[in-house]
């Protein structure tokens, strides 16, 4: 193989091998804190229904109401949140945008003493600046990203977060309620199922962070678990003061 083909495949290599995830897109945090909401939320309430010592119908009523209830809420939450975040970004934009076009030297050699800041030639940095100054949004957006941290182009959508949410929750609190819906008249089916869903939530998660599936999986396991078992004793002592 020839020099220039060994550095074509070492260039090919290198390419394949840092690429990044989607970091920005707005969906992966609702998506993965409302099914594990859903989940712990829904498992949380029904077992602490169930230790009142209730009947099946009362608590496959109240799984289906948790459900229902968290995720119009985890949605209209999500929505509102994220819009407003994105309402502030936009309004910080426009101020920026406002100074680029009444002070653009101004800006130019604040963007200058930004690059000097971080090491880069005096006289370098202010040509870096000002061919980076010629095109308006090109100077917005670098502006944006140097002095706010974010990308203009890559603002996260309101309404992927909220039907990302809407979504996660609905499956993940559907969990503890299935085996009733298909037949169950005991409670532990429904635990074991929601705790199985709970591992494999934290698996997934994982594979997309890049952790431990394991220990990812164990860690949602034990904190579901331990929500389930404080809220059945809480219902068993409240059920027993009620009655």
């Not at 990044?20 to 998506?31: I, M, S």
């Not at 502030?88 to 101020?95: K, P, R, T, W």
């Not at 949004?137 to 959508?157: C, T, Y």
Request: some cysteine; hydrophobic content about 50%; glycine content about 10%.
């Amino acid at each position: 193989m020839s020099i220039i083909e060994t550095e074509a495949a070492l260039h090919e290599a290198h390419r394949d091998n840092h690429t990044h995830r989607d970091v920005n897109g707005g969906w992966l945090r609702p998506a993965v804190f409302g099914a594990m909401d859903g989940l712990v939320s829904n498992l949380a309430l029904m077992t602490g229904v169930a230790g009142g010592d209730v009947s099946q119908r009362t608590l496959v009523v109240t799984g289906l109401a948790g459900l229902a209830a968290g995720a119009f809420s985890m949605a209209a939450g999500e929505y509102t949140s994220v819009a407003s975040q994105r309402e502030l970004v936009e309004a910080e934009l426009d101020v920026e945008r406002r100074e680029l076009r009444k002070h653009p030297l101004d800006e130019e050699r604040e963007l200058a003493e930004l690059y000097v800041a971080r090491g880069v030639e005096p006289g370098l940095a202010r040509e870096v600046a000002r061919q980076l100054s010629a095109d308006p949004e090109q100077a917005l957006e670098i502006h944006a990203r140097e002095e706010l941290g974010v990308d203009p182009g890559d603002l996260p959508s309101p309404a992927v977060a909220a039907v990302s949410s809407f979504g996660s929750f609905a499956l993940g609190a559907l969990l503890p309620v299935l085996p009733y819906l298909l037949g169950a008249s005991a409670l532990w089916p429904a635990v074991l199922l929601a705790l199985a869903g709970l591992f494999a939530c934290g698996a997934v998660v994982a594979k997309v962070t890049a952790r431990s599936w394991w220990f990812s999986g164990l860690r949602q396991l034990a904190l579901g678990g331990a929500a389930a078992g404080v809220t059945y004793a809480l219902g068993s002592l409240f059920g027993t003061a009620v009655n």
